[in-house]
């Protein structure tokens, strides 16, 4: 996957959004929400993380799911669950996020909807500050990927975003 370049400067702001996440129902291809508990610390509660598919009713909690090889070597391996935070998969059941869109050679994505609206207003926000230069890093839209708030790319993700946030 094409992810690696929107990691880290991803990674900076999403942990504000991971209370509902919005990802591919695995059952039935549609919409479906990860739920999870307020989170404190890293710390986190499998059995209240659940995986919830209103259109098929496809339902599972996260201490359901098998154990993911974290580590091996070739004396023993390692498994768990492991949370992955800044990818165009959830953090918990690994599955693909239902906002995601390709822009030129990146990949958009967004946990939720205050996310991509989060997204939107930060790269409004740059359209509409590109003058006012000591703004620039003071916004906490300077915490975005530069190619996101870069002049050439604003108007096509705005567009995608847009598209998203529509997406049935
Ligand atoms: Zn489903």
Request: glycine letters at 6%; proline letters at 4%; one cysteine or more.
């Amino acid at each position: 996957m094409s992810t690696a370049r929107t990691k880290d400067d991803y990674r900076k702001q999403v942990y504000d959004f991971l209370k509902d996440i919005y990802v591919v129902c695995p059952a039935c291809g549609r919409q479906a929400i990860v739920l999870t508990p307020e989170l404190s610390a890293g710390k986190k509660n499998e059995q209240e993380i659940k995986l919830i598919c209103a259109k098929c009713g496809h339902n599972k909690r996260l201490d359901e799911k098998p154990d993911s090889v974290i580590h091996t070597t070739p004396y023993k391996t390692m498994t768990g669950k492991y949370t992955i935070i800044g990818g165009t998969i959830d953090p918990y059941f690994h599955l693909p996020l239902w906002f995601t869109a390709k822009c030129g050679d990146h990949i958009l994505w967004a946990y939720n909807y205050e996310h991509l609206d989060f997204l939107y207003g930060h790269v409004e926000a740059k359209l509409r500050e590109r003058n006012i230069q000591e703004m620039k890093n003071k916004s906490l839209g300077s915490r975005l990927p530069k190619w996101m708030t870069s002049a050439k790319n604003r108007e096509m993700i705005l567009k995608a975003l847009t598209q998203l946030k529509n997406k049935k």
